[in-house]
């Protein structure tokens, strides 16, 4: 009973996490041919990472409706490598992101010329390449592995608690505190941004200009701040948890780990595209659009079946007189 609560919610988060990454991604393809922005891919790729994380996800809630079921070692390590690989890829993303924001208002003349298509290139397969091998590691290295019978495909299950630790004291704190680190930069340079401003306004020389430059700076920071602040509240737990309890295997309860610390952290793939959404308005407008364009080809697939052949051929030339008349 127990797995297939766990396996309703799975699947019902997978597929929120799913639809709302590809209704994102669709809508920043769009913005991205209008704009040309370079910087829009990293955000295109982090809604690709989150929807991956979803896809991945669906796996184990088949698993979980399968109960019992015990699979081979190495299918659950393929399985979990998955998982893992687009976790990662969705945590580097952010970073990504949060660098590019950095970059943008640390540097706004001289962005675009940094900021080009091979850089971005680059930068997004070298992102990829680093969250395969973080991944699949333990498919490479059967030391990394843990030797289980009769569990189901789980981290605990399947990987060894050096690979744990491993990836956590490497991986995720110092991308916290680099994500820290960008954050109080930005707000130190946006606070030094204001306050030239107010100069220049005090001084007579602004003409009645709205400081868009630093408008758009704030905002850009506010979201990376938000963004950063549930990336640390949705995995900080279950991080800390997972490594007390490789630590020490009898001082955390296991379970709680599986069923409710991991799932906070899987809302954090559904909880950027929401934030995106919200936050940048041209997103935000271009989902309405989208959403428009779709109510719109809906109204006028019924308006066609409800059409009649024999009504619409006579009312036909009585409006084309009325127009001619006019």
Not at 138 to 165: A, D, N
Not at 310 to 315: A, E, L, P
Request: proline content about 5%; glycine content about 6%.
């Amino acid at each position: 009973m127990a797995s297939s609560a766990l396996g309703a919610i799975l699947a019902v988060l997978a597929s929120l996490i799913i639809t709302a990454n590809v209704l994102v991604a669709i809508a920043l393809l769009q913005l991205i041919q209008k704009s040309g922005s370079k910087g829009l891919y990293f955000v295109l790729n982090l809604a690709v990472a989150d929807a991956m994380v979803g896809f991945t996800v669906m796996g184990l809630v088949m698993d979980e409706f399968s109960q019992p079921f015990y699979p081979p070692q190495i299918f659950c390590v393929l399985r979990m490598a998955f998982v893992t690989s687009s976790s990662a890829a969705s945590i580097l993303s952010l970073i990504l992101v949060a660098c590019d924001r950095h970059l943008a208002i640390r540097k706004p003349f001289r962005y675009f010329q940094l900021v080009t298509g091979l850089r971005v290139g680059v930068r997004l397969v070298g992102l990829w390449l680093v969250a395969a091998i973080i991944g699949f590691l333990p498919v490479l290295t059967p030391g990394f592995q843990k030797i289980s019978t009769h569990e189901k495909c789980s981290f605990f299950g399947v990987f060894h608690p050096t690979y744990m630790l491993t990836v956590f004291c490497v991986g995720f704190f110092p991308a916290l505190f680099l994500f820290i680190y960008l954050y109080c930069d930005m707000l130190k340079i946006a606070s030094v941004h204001v306050q030239h401003i107010r100069e220049v306004e005090h001084a007579g020389l602004a003409g009645g200009c709205p400081p868009s430059r630093t408008t758009s700076d704030m905002k850009a920071m506010r979201t990376v701040a938000v963004l950063v602040g549930c990336f640390t509240l949705s995995w900080l737990p279950f991080f800390i948890a997972s490594i007390v309890q490789t630590a020490c295997p009898e001082c955390f309860p296991y379970k709680v780990i599986e069923n409710y610390l991991w799932l906070l952290g899987l809302c954090n793939s559904l909880l950027n595209p929401l934030l995106y959404s919200y936050w940048q308005k041209d997103v935000r407008l271009q989902l309405s659009q989208l959403a428009a364009g779709v109510k719109k080809r809906v109204l006028l697939h019924l308006g066609k079946g409800r059409h009649f052949p024999g009504r619409g051929t006579k009312s036909l030339p009585t409006v084309s007189c009325l127009r001619l008349q006019d």
